[in-house]
């Protein structure tokens, strides 16, 4: 009997989702996204330090030759002074993550203080300082910050917009009336969504580039002893919430463009 309640609840409240609260909704959720990829590896909770933008970790595998090495025999030693060590580093945009020994990760936006917690010979290629100049260096998450920004100011003013409504006509009957929403601020709302999705669309561009990039070298100079890789998730999470700005972005374009196109009809 609830079940049926809320269904029928439901079924009244759909006529009153207005195309502005989709909107609302995928940017909601675009901040969610873009959130999480933020807080990637910035604490020890579970599923934030598999949210990584790359990893490197220490492993034996038969080392690459090619003709361009001029000391080939240089993993031998690098093999000898990894040793049996086993310590994996996550790098996010605030944090880093280690697991020194196949256990549980470490986080902490302190590198330094990672880095008493473990032993040379957990880390004697020095990972962690590694991860950390990659961090610092190469990772720029303030546009992403500025994005979710300008997002959820968008939001607010699709918050704005005039809803459904009843209104008495001529003959004293009710009626349903949307009336459509104010022009200057449905054009703000498109140019500051606009705004937000290039910002995340060369933040993950920058993101994806410096990752793979960093990854490749660092694997390279560890030839046989040192693995890395790119973090799926954070990829996933960067352009699924580009995708969706976009979405709104378009999804404003075509209403703003319909509202100019109903208005000269009406006019002629």
Known sequence: MANMRF????????????????????????????????????????????IFLISLYYKSYPPSFDPSQVDPGVTTAIA??????????????????????????????????????????????????????????????????VAIVLAFVCFLLLATFPGWHEEHDDNGSDREVKPFPSRPVSQVALALIFVASVFVLVSVLWQHTASVGASTIAQDLGNGS??????????????FGFALLIIVTIGLLVMILSIRILDQLTDE
């Open 7 to 50: 269904v029928m609840s439901f079924r009244r409240a759909l006529p009153f989702l207005g195309y502005h609260h989709v909107l609302m909704i995928l940017i909601a959720i675009a901040i969610i996204l873009l959130s999480l990829l933020l807080a990637g590896c910035s604490s020890s909770s579970p599923l934030i330090p598999s």
């Open 80 to 145: 000898n002074i990894v040793g049996q060590a086993q310590l994996e580093v996550r790098v996010g945009y605030f944090g880093i993550c280690i697991n020194p020994d196949g256990g549980s990760f470490l986080c902490s936006n302190n590198a330094s203080s990672l880095a008493t917690q473990v032993s040379v010979d957990q880390d004697p290629l020095n990972l962690i300082w590694v991860a950390n100049t990659f961090k610092d260096s190469i990772v720029f998450p303030y546009l992403i910050i």
């Open 226 to 239: 040192v693995k890395s890789g790119v973090g799926t998730a954070a990829m996933i999470l960067g352009w």
